[in-house]
């Protein structure tokens, strides 16, 4: 097992952040993706702020980001400042967050930045050899043409992948692939170029036999190929589905009713059982529920509930869902921004309001989906 602990610099959208995350562990395997949710924030002192005026286009400086940002971005260039960090200043504070935290030397982390660094590199890792990665978060939507998840998971996947692989960037570099043959270790110099490494989701055969002779672990090689291959499918899939935008089938199964929606690769919506307590509930009556009546349903609430709960207190059964049915009380709706906002984060937004119960807090609320798209499975 290796954990591997995802970490938010500041300035990096909280949702985006946990979009990534939940993509991230949704496969199983020796990697392990956590969070501590403290942030890390570079202070700004140790940043350099590059205002566009400044930057001269001769020299390109700032190749290979800054120009290709520039070509894409129609607003008000003049006005835009790029923010960069030294990459000494990026892991001197994830050897510092490492020890605030205390997180064991052998663990990884990986920053997530929308800042600049100063080559310009999409990910790299900690040239001192501690187990800290980086991988720049921004303009990834406008090179890949794709949801900003995507690209980002697959890097933070990958990278893992390389700092096991290769002793050293000498090491990296001799085996960098400088011409692109849609490999997890192709060197793309622009995020254009990133396109094809997502559609292809492969490792080279050379590659392949690299890890092999190196004794990388098999099941972590498994993981990062199901992680990229998954995240293939998911692109294909909604490119696709944006030519025809209907809900998916989505599956309830086993004891623990999980919520998997199969043409996504099994995608798992999870939540807690006391959210897929009030969940199913929804999904039992298509007519909908207004919460104000919520009491009358806790007999079916309870009975939803003692089947899913997998704590040591039985007494927490009738309390939970006394709490959870008690219109005095904001435990409901609570859930159902929690159920909604984990909906979104998993499915996007354009999928997932098929899925979660809608309608005005006063008034019935439903989930609107066809029951005949559910299928309960062992
Ligand atoms: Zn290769």
């Not at 900690?126 to 978060?137: A, E, S």
């Not at 004891?255 to 043409?263: A, G, H, L, V």
Request: proline share 5%.
């Amino acid at each position: 097992m290796h954990t591997v602990w995802l970490v938010r610099s500041q300035e990096y959208a909280l949702d985006k952040f946990w979009e990534v995350l939940e993509l991230l562990k949704t496969f199983k395997g020796p990697l392990q993706f956590k969070t501590q949710e403290k942030p890390l924030e570079i202070p700004a002192d140790r940043l350099e702020e590059i205002p566009f005026s400044a930057i001269d286009l001769e020299t390109q400086e700032f190749e290979p980001l800054t120009l290709y940002s520039l070509n894409h971005w129609n607003q008000d260039l003049e006005s835009l400042i790029f923010k960069k960090a030294t990459w000494n200043t990026i892991f001197d504070q994830c050897q510092e967050y490492r020890t605030e935290q205390r997180i064991p030397e052998n663990d990884f982390i990986v920053l997530l930045t929308e800042h600049n660094n100063e080559y310009s590199w999409f990910t790299a890792a900690d040239p001192k050899g501690q187990r800290n990665l980086f991988v720049h978060t921004a303009f990834w939507d406008q090179y890949t043409g794709t949801d900003h998840r995507y690209p980002v998971a697959y890097h933070v996947a990958t990278a893992i992948l390389q700092l096991m692989t290769f002793a050293n960037y000498n090491d990296l570099n001799m085996h960098l692939h400088k011409t692109s043959r849609g490999c997890i270790n192709d060197f793309c110099a622009d995020k254009k170029k990133i396109s094809l490494k997502l559609r292809t989701a492969d490792i080279c055969p050379s590659c392949i036999e690299l890890l092999d002779k190196r004794k990388v672990d098999r099941e972590v090689i498994r993981q990062v190929l199901a992680i990229i291959e998954g995240i293939r499918e998911q692109m294909l899939f909604k490119s696709r589905w944006k030519l025809d935008p209907k809900p998916l089938k989505l599956q309830i199964k086993g004891e623990s009713k999980q919520i998997i929606f199969p043409e996504l690769g099994n995608l798992e919506v999870k939540l807690t059982p006391l959210e897929k307590t009030l969940y199913l509930l929804f999904i039992n009556h298509p007519e909908g529920i207004r919460l104000v009546e919520l009491s009358d349903f806790r007999p079916e609430l309870k009975g939803i509930y003692s089947s899913l709960y997998n704590g040591s207190e039985p007494a927490s059964i009738e309390s939970n869902t006394a709490s959870l049915s008690n219109p005095l009380s904001n435990s409901a709706s609570e859930k159902l921004s929690r159920i909604k906002s984990k909906f979104n984060h998993t499915l996007g937004t354009d999928l997932a309001k098929f899925y979660y119960p809608v309608g005005e807090n006063t008034q019935v609320k439903k989930i609107e989906l066809e029951r005949n798209l559910i299928e309960y499975i062992n």
